[in-house]
């Protein structure tokens, strides 16, 4: 037997045990684990995706640049970028990270398989098209898998088609609305192997008639919103009993979480049994009832409080289940054996609401610290993110404006990635300087910087849109001069940088074309009482500046052009000790509800 599940892949394995569980005639549908769907993913503020969760096959790692939508299946992940394509990360096994070309409106990541609505409204779908064996695999252990060894196909990545709407995909089947509102599914009829054939009742790929809104596809069930808000469901042999007497917004797809979004803004979570054993996997600030109204068996609804809101439901999980609050916080809740309910600290969810973040990195003995600012708010305030494992020596930062992509570097030279909502980092290479200071993207996607004794730097892009590593020097320096940050304006003609004297400060203007350095507002930075740690251009060309204070966050924006500083505070926070700050360009991409 151990030699038998061995030569098995991993989605083989997966099915062998569900078939062994339906042997024993399946006396708990939740005892069947669908694993998978461990983690969440969700857009930031400005645009670009941030997941956690279980991170097995990478699919809680997703690529630099700006997204309008994201869907998180099995152990992969996929988004629409801005320019609507998809891009994809995670397992590939069987080509489920591995997306098809063209332009999409809406899409969906499954347990082993993606579909998505195109900008022609037709439907592609990519990805496992099996009942999750493979062909020439050893089947002679088991009755019940040599049932099924003439099934060649299921048929979930097998789009009809016609104009759609909106597509989830489930477990074995997908399920669309169409323009004209019907549903439309595919792929298996079974909700679960051969054993249950002819005792299934409704299958969760044979649609109710009628007009939808929009569908839900989870491992074995569907559940759909009709036009008068109402929700209905099928397959799941025939347990999916939402309660029937409210009305719903959203019903997400996924896992095995059965979850919607009301049109009052609360969540409603259902088919919950033994519920003084689920407290730990309740959602939190709600109510419940048992059993619910209307419906048979004693199954539990709990629905969160009036004043514990939500704007959306995530792609609900095997074991557990996050939403975006009102306020644009991530909440989750359930099992969370590795860290699907712990959301990244700081998280801002993407809104309709202008947003954008504010990027910045503190230095100490012990440990390095990236935290963000949500600047459009009325309440600034900081939100730490990863504490690195150890002090990085990080001394400059910025941000790619043609994708978002947030850098790093240290004083000994070496360039990183900072990745998945400044979370990790990934060193690049080593930038071919020491002792580097600053760091400021060029319109054109070149990287300059300042190295303390070596002085202005560049570095190219290649074909393959990465950096060329090492930079090459542009204006030599090894005089007693020290910057402390360089910034391009927004049009890549003047490249400021800021220098602390011993009376105030003193701040530079390289113009790029005439190849000529003059002081701006020299008495305005003269005037300045605190020296300045960190410089950054916003996208009304002024600047903003991070001040040196011991107890607090100082800052201030100055208008370049009347020599004035427009605004100025701090903020309270230990995080005080600012290297650098970054503000990424926010105008990428539509608002993402």
């Known amino acids: 037997m151990n030699n038998f599940v061995f030569m098995f892949s991993r989605r083989t394995l997966l099915t062998f045990n569900l078939l062994i569980l339906s042997y024993s005639f399946l006396a708990s549908v939740a005892t069947c684990s669908v694993v998978g769907e461990d983690h969440f993913c969700v857009i930031q503020a400005d645009n670009t995706v941030v997941c956690w969760g279980s991170n097995s096959e990478g699919q809680t790692m997703p690529p630099s640049g700006t997204f309008l939508q994201v869907s998180a299946g099995g152990y992969h992940s996929c988004g629409i970028r801005t320019d609507k394509t998809v891009a994809c990360w995670g397992l590939n096994e069987d080509g ?104 299934l009742g409704n299958s969760q790929s044979i649609p109710l008639s009628g007009e939808f809104s929009q569908v839900g596809a989870g491992p074995n069930y569907t559940c759909g919103i009709r036009p008068e808000q109402k929700i209905e469901c099928w397959g799941g042999f025939g347990k999916i009993q939402p309660p029937s007497n409210t009305f719903y917004s959203q019903v997400p797809g996924g896992g095995r979480g059965r979850c919607a979004l009301k049109t ?15 407290e730990g996997i309740r959602i939190p600030n709600s109510t419940c009832r048992c059993p619910i109204p209307g419906m048979t068996g004693n199954l539990c609804a709990c629905t969160t409080s009036p004043n514990h809101t939500f704007s959306q439901i995530l792609d609900v999980g095997n074991t557990s289940n996050c939403g975006v609050r009102t306020n644009n916080t991530v909440v989750c809740w359930g099992y969370d054996p590795e860290g699907q309910t712990f959301t990244p600290r700081g998280l801002i969810a993407k809104s309709s609401e202008p947003a954008c973040l504010l990027y910045g990195v503190h230095n100490n003995e012990k440990e390095t610290q990236f935290f963000i600012i949500n600047i459009n708010t009325g309440n600034l305030d900081v939100h730490v993110r990863s504490r690195l494992d150890e002090n990085h020596n990080i001394d400059a930062l910025d941000i ?14 070496s360039l990183y990635k900072v990745r998945n909502g400044a979370q990790v980092i990934t060193e690049i290479g080593k930038m071919g300087f020491a002792n580097i200071e600053a760091l400021s993207f060029h319109s054109d996607g070149s990287l300059w910087g300042w190295a303390q004794g070596t002085g202005l730097f560049q570095v190219d892009k290649g074909e393959n849109n990465e950096l060329n590593l090492p930079g090459k020097v542009i204006i030599p320096y090894t005089g007693d001069i020290k910057l402390e940050d360089v910034t391009w304006n927004t049009e890549g003609t003047i490249l400021y940088a800021v220098e602390n004297l011993e009376q105030g400060s003193r701040l530079w203007a390289y113009d790029k074309s005439r190849n000529e350095v003059n002081f701006v507002c020299p008495e305005l930075m003269g005037s300045l009482k605190t020296k300045v740690n960190a410089l950054e251009t916003l996208q009304n060309n002024t600047l903003a500046f991070v001040f040196e204070e011991k107890k607090n966050l100082a800052y201030g924006v100055i208008n370049v052009q009347t020599c004035e500083m427009t605004t100025s505070g701090e903020i309270a926070t230990v995080y005080n000790q600012v290297k650098g700050i970054a503000w990424p360009d926010c105008r990428h991409g539509d608002a993402v509800k």
């Open 400 to 413: 790619d404006p043609s994708n978002n992509q947030l850098y790093a570097a240290s004083v000994e030279g």
């Open 264 to 278: 009052d803004h609360t969540i409603v979570c259902f088919n919950i049994q033994d519920l003084p054993g689920s």
């Open 96 to 199: 489920q990270a591995t997306p098809l070309s063209g332009t999409f409106l809406q899409i969906s990541a499954g347990l082993w398989h993606n579909c998505g609505v195109k900008t022609d409204n037709t439907l592609a779908c990519w990805g496992s098209n099996d009942p999750y064996w493979r062909q020439g695999e050893p089947q002679k252990e088991d009755p019940y898998l040599n049932e099924w060894k003439h099934v060649k196909t299921l048929g979930q990545a097998e789009p009809p088609s016609g104009t759609f709407l909106q597509v989830s995909a489930g477990g074995r089947h997908s399920c669309g609305v169409r323009t004209n509102h019907t549903v439309s599914c595919w792929g298996s009829h079974l909700s679960d192997p051969g054993i249950l054939i002819g005792k």
